[in-house]
Nanobody
Framework: VQLQASGGGLVQAGDSLRLSCVGS????????MGWFRQAPGKERDFVAA????????HYAASVKGRFTISRDNAKSTVYLQMNSLTREDTAVYYC??????????????????????WGQGTQVTVSS
């Protein structure tokens, strides 16, 4: 599957932003999806993940309650709604996909190495 992320931009602290990631190729609905982010000079970190139907979600502690991951399999798209943004959320955001065919709809992954496919990243900059 090929992934194309979009929706990043420059916003002020407290604003909201919604990222989108469109998948192309086979069987998007059998992939568990995740969002990661990488700030300048730092490692790429887990943000949120969702199972293939959207039934199970998982969030990093730093974004829980502010960010929401969702997906629309009919549109082969996963979203990341980001509210109450702070400067600490400034990073390049990446979407990623992992084949969950053998694991089913209970599977989500928080681990970078488990993901098979990555989007190109979209920059989110939050100013104070």
């Amino acid at each position: 599957v090929q992934l194309q992320a979009s929706g990043g931009g420059l916003v002020q602290a407290g604003d909201s932003l919604r990222l989108s990631c469109v998948g192309s190729g086979r069987s998007f609905s059998t992939y568990a999806m995740g969002w990661f982010r990488q700030a300048p000079g730092k490692e790429r970190d887990f943000v949120a993940a969702v199972s293939w139907s959207g039934a199970i979600e998982h969030y990093a502690a730093s974004v829980k309650g502010r960010f929401t991951i969702s997906r629309d399999n009919a549109k082969s798209t996963v979203y990341l709604q980001m509210n109450s943004l702070t400067r600490e959320d400034t990073a390049v955001y990446y979407c990623a996909a992992v084949d969950a065919t053998y694991y089913g709809d209970t599977y989500v992954s928080l681990t970078i190495d488990e993901y098979d496919y990555w989007g190109q990243g979209t920059q989110v900059t939050v100013s104070s």
